[in-house]
Every structure is written in structure tokens, then in C-alpha cells.
């Protein structure tokens, strides 16, 4: 079946490094690849997604590519800030919006410090 | 335009009881899904609504069931509560073609005791 790994944390970084969270999956066919981030107390918000390989997703400063050769979707940002503190999740689909069902990772806490 | 509500926002519930948790989507969204997010297990996808009919199910037993209205508000509902049902529920609506966007809501905490 469709799995998704990503390390989970929490990862601490101060404000302004560079931000790496790595994510792999296994699935069948060519999922699309989703990068959702949730605040204290809130629901899931989508940061970015692609949806077939050597695509680029980016949002408010954070990218990821779709590594069809490496089954990878990493994401990154260039100068992490203290509002960037969440949990980050990697996630998959069969359709391009995950409303077919999203297969999650489990999840990484980001800190950011001052 | 509003967000994704959910109600209630806290349970709590005892061992062997039922529970009815309710999603109201987004104005003009068809599509309703639901998750279970646990620290053990994390976010699981327990299954899709879409006019009226469950479009896709995830691998949850049968006491986790749900429906959804002509309006498009969802309920989901656990019979024969355990313990390991203790999680935040989270609703997402879309308007229900594979590649439009899925919009979470805040989730329902439920507490087994």
C-alpha cells in the first residue's frame, strides 16, 4: 500500500537558517505529492503540492520538487521566522486534491528561535 | 466566505458509548472527508462523502460510520466507543473533483474514558 516517511522532530533551528525536511513515499502509479502545515489549535492548511514528476510547489518562501527517481518530495526554505513554527506533513494522493483519501506522514515539528 | 466548522470542538465520552461529530463544508463545496489524527498512528483517512453518497473508504472498522445531508453537512459517528478512539477529528470539504483543494476544519478533540 501507499506510505509516507518523513522525520519526525522536532527539528529546532534559529531564525533566518535553512530549513530541510525530508520526505519519501511508496505508491503505486504517479501520486500527487502534498505539503500541508498545521498551527497550535488549527485545522490542516495546504502549503503546496505537485502533481506529476519534476514539478515544483512553492508557497510564502517554502519549495519542494517531485522526485519521481528518488521517491522523494523535500521541503525547503531559504530563511526560516518564528511564525514558521508547526508541524509540517507530507502527505499523497491518487488525485490531485486528496479528496480520493491522503496518505499522511506522521508528521515534523518545526521550532524556530529567536 | 466561511471556513470549515466543526461541532463539537471537545468531547467527552466513556467506553462502550456512541458519538456523533458534525462537519459543515465550505458554501458550495460537495465533497466531505474525514481523519483521525492520534500521536500513535497519526492522520488517518477514514473516509469521502460526496452528494449524499460515500465516494472513497479508508481501513477503518464498521463502528466508524458517516453520512452526509442534502446540504452537504457530514456527520460521522462511532458506535461502541473504546478507548483507542481518543483523537482530534478532522473534517475537510472540497468541491469534490480530484484535483480541486481540500479545506481542513479545526477538528473535534474526543476523550475516551
Known amino acids: 500500500g501507499n506510505s509516507v516517511t518523513q522525520m519526525e522532530g522536532p527539528v529546532t533551528l534559529s531564525e533566518e537558517a535553512f530549513l530541510t525536511i525530508n520526505c519519501t513515499y511508496t505508491a503505486t502509479g504517479y501520486p500527487s505529492l502534498f505539503w500541508y502545515v498545521q498551527y497550535p489549535g488549527e485545522g490542516l492548511q495546504l502549503l503546496l503540492k505537485a502533481t506529476k514528476a519534476d514539478d515544483k510547489g512553492s508557497n510564502k518562501g517554502f519549495e519542494a520538487t517531485y522526485r519521481k527517481e528518488t521517491t522523494s518530495f523535500h521541503l525547503e526554505k531559504g530563511s526560516v521566522q518564528v511564525s514558521d513554527s508547526a508541524v509540517y506533513f507530507c502527505a499523497l494522493s491518487k488525485g490531485g486534491g486528496g479528496a480520493d483519501g491522503l496518505t499522511f506522514g506522521k508528521g515534523t515539528h518545526l521550532i524556530i528561535q529567536p | 466566505k466561511a471556513g470549515v466548522t466543526q461541532t463539537p470542538r471537545y468531547l467527552i465520552k466513556t467506553r462502550g458509548q456512541q458519538v456523533t461529530l458534525s462537519c459543515s463544508p465550505i458554501s458550495g463545496h460537495r465533497s466531505v472527508s474525514w481523519y483521525q489524527q492520534t500521536p500513535g498512528q497519526g492522520l488517518q483517512f477514514l473516509f469521502e462523502y460526496f452528494s449524499e453518497t460515500q465516494r472513497n473508504k479508508g481501513n477503518f472498522p464498521g463502528r466508524f460510520s458517516g453520512r452526509q445531508f442534502s446540504n452537504s453537512r457530514s456527520e460521522m459517528n462511532v458506535s461502541t466507543l473504546e478507548l483507542g478512539d481518543s483523537a482530534l477529528y478532522l473534517c475537510?470539504?472540497?468541491?469534490?473533483?480530484?484535483?480541486?483543494?481540500?479545506?481542513f476544519g479545526p477538528g473535534t478533540r474526543l476523550t475516551v474514558l
Open positions: 475537510a470539504s472540497s468541491l469534490g473533483s480530484a484535483n480541486n483543494e481540500q479545506f
